[in-house]
């Protein structure tokens, strides 16, 4: 464990409290994709099922826990509770296409042919891609609640500091993962402009508005 | 028999 992976960790379990603050707060899911969150919750379930085969440490069991509960909670209460206020009009990006698209790499490009680490890489492949229904409809739409972009540039934060724990993994221990690094330089990418939004209108408090 | 992988990362 490095302070860029742990941070990067906070991170993501932050923007999780972030979003079910927004829900509870504005007793709405307006404006948040449920395409997306939904993607999470698939991507969560294939990558953790070596909860069942291996044993990490406490901290990675727990965190996997969470966040396969979390996700679960998130589209439960999309689904159910919050279903009126849910935007479905504007979320609208096809995102079978994600899952039919990461599959295929899963199977063309699997960490090893073990059944496992072909769902590993296909969760790996899928998260790479899972937040462009969010970032499409928050496109559509023009703007998003402050606190809907506070959640995705904290998941924007923790993918770009998972980079800078390559490195470090790299130089320090010789640590090698294409997959994930190819996949994790990507998702980095598609948040690009996003960042840029965020940072020159949001924090100086306006709201995420399209220029 | 072949093992999975270890992913120590989230």
């Known amino acids: ?211 | 028999e072949q093992r999975p992988h270890i992913h120590d990362e989230l």
């Open chain 1, 1 to 211: 464990m490095n302070i860029f992976r742990l941070v990067a960790d906070l991170l993501h379990l932050a923007s999780i409290f972030i979003l079910l603050l927004k829900i509870q707060q504005t007793k709405s899911c307006a404006g948040v994709s449920l395409k997306t969150q939904a993607l999470y919750f698939v991507v969560f379930v294939t990558r953790y099922l070596d909860l069942f085969t291996h044993f990490y440490s406490v901290y990675n069991s727990l965190m996997k826990l969470f966040f396969i509960a979390s996700s679960a909670y998130i589209v439960y209460l999309m689904w159910k509770p919050y279903r009126p206020t849910y935007s479905a009009s504007t979320d609208t990006f096809r995102a079978e296409f994600l899952i039919v698209g990461a599959a295929l790499l899963g199977l063309a490009f699997p960490d090893s042919w073990h059944i496992l680490d072909i769902l590993w890489s296909f969760s790996i492949y899928l998260e790479a891609v899972a937040i462009l229904p969010q970032l499409f409809q928050m496109t559509r739409t023009g703007e998003a609640e402050t606190i809907t972009s506070h959640y995705v540039f904290a998941l924007g934060a923790y993918r770009a500091l998972y980079l800078m724990n390559w490195i470090y993994r790299y130089y320090t221990e010789g640590y090698m993962d294409v997959i994930a690094w190819v996949a994790g330089a990507v998702q980095t990418i598609l948040y690009a402009d996003f960042f840029y939004i965020y940072l020159t209108r949001v924090m100086r408090g306006r709201l995420f508005s399209l220029p």
